[in-house]
């Protein structure tokens, strides 16, 4: 591959109104491929509702956005194909008696029935297929930085019984199944000691170092991100409700 895996971001004057008046507006943007990306504001700015609408699952009402050359709204799904969500409450969210293995195993089967093409996988020999299944696991587990035989009973470990960086972990890899040329997570700092923000960051650092786009929410950026910050003028509401209010029923995660 000639160029970065990511997709470049861009926006001018963009912005959502909901039900309940603008989850955000005006908000500006101009990040390379393979960029770290930070949604930065406080909680009910309109974070999430800016996080989905530039990965193409929630529909803006004003301005110009364009991720990768694909102009939102009106590349919205072909903007949802090319990315992938994690750690978003009511999106993506994780059932805490399924253990790992079983999460991963889902989203895999998901992944080959729904993210490729299904004729031509259908040709290859099954031990074959699930050969790449097993390296596609691998690379997302590697790429989230979880590594299965540290956690107490490896894959057959319980998602209730993670820590919270590894449920975001666990989240992480599940969306890096697809091979996401654009990753959006949702309140990477929600609950995190500092030490723990700072590990996720590292993370987060490492997968757009691979030519991942990522695009993160939090409450405060780092320094080397680049930063889109909310909260300027827009009308305070539970962001995370409305986000899942929208999606509800559209399986666009």
Known sequence: ????????????????RGPRGWAFRGVSADAEPGSLIAVEGPSGSG???LLLALTGR?????GLAAVGGLELPRRMAAVRRVSALAHVTGVTDLDPALTVGEHLREQALLQRRFG???????????????R???RRVDTALTGAGLDLAV??????????DLERVEALRL???LALLGRPRLLG????????SSAERAEVWDLLRSLAGTGTTVVAVCSEAPRDAVVIATGTGNDRHDDAKEAADALAGTGRS
């Open 151 to 160: 956690l107490p009973k490896g894959a057959r470990t319980a998602v209730r």
């Open 185 to 192: 997570v949702d309140d990477i700092d929600l609950k995190l």
């Open 171 to 173: 989240s992480l890899a």
């Open 1 to 16: 591959m000639d160029g970065p895996l990511g997709l470049a971001v861009t926006a001018r004057d963009f912005g959502l």
């Open 47 to 49: 974070r999430t509702c």
């Open 58 to 62: 929630m529909r803006p009402t004003e």
């Open 116 to 130: 490729g093409s299904l004729p031509r996988g259908l040709l290859r020999p099954r031990s074959e297929r699930r």
């Open 132 to 134: 790449e299944e097993r």
